[in-house]
């Protein structure tokens, strides 16, 4: 049975982003959550992105500056209870 996850990304941008990649590959159903701040820029960070795209997985923002789907924290936090698990990076 697939298990809907949420990582939430915030300080260790790449790990987290790196992590999700992972999770999508065990046949979950990710999604991303950007909090608060702007992506670093980067080779690493265009193919993580790309490859959640492919993979499926939902890519939400606070910030519009990411050029992601734009959520406020609070839609976030009522999107956030129907996962079964919250993955905080």
Do not use: C, W
Not at 50 to 73: C, K, R
């Amino acid at each position: 049975m697939k298990k809907r996850v949420a990582v939430i990304v915030t300080d260790r941008q790449h790990e987290a982003l790196r992590m999700a990649v992972g999770l999508t590959l065990a046949d979950n159903r990710v999604s991303v959550f950007v909090m608060g701040r702007a992506l670093e820029k980067g080779e690493m960070t265009d193919l993580n992105l790309q490859s959640l795209a492919e993979m499926g997985a939902d890519i939400f923002s606070t910030m519009p500056v990411n050029g992601l789907l734009l959520l406020s924290t609070d839609e976030i936090a009522r999107k956030l209870e129907g996962y079964d698990a919250v993955i905080p990076y």
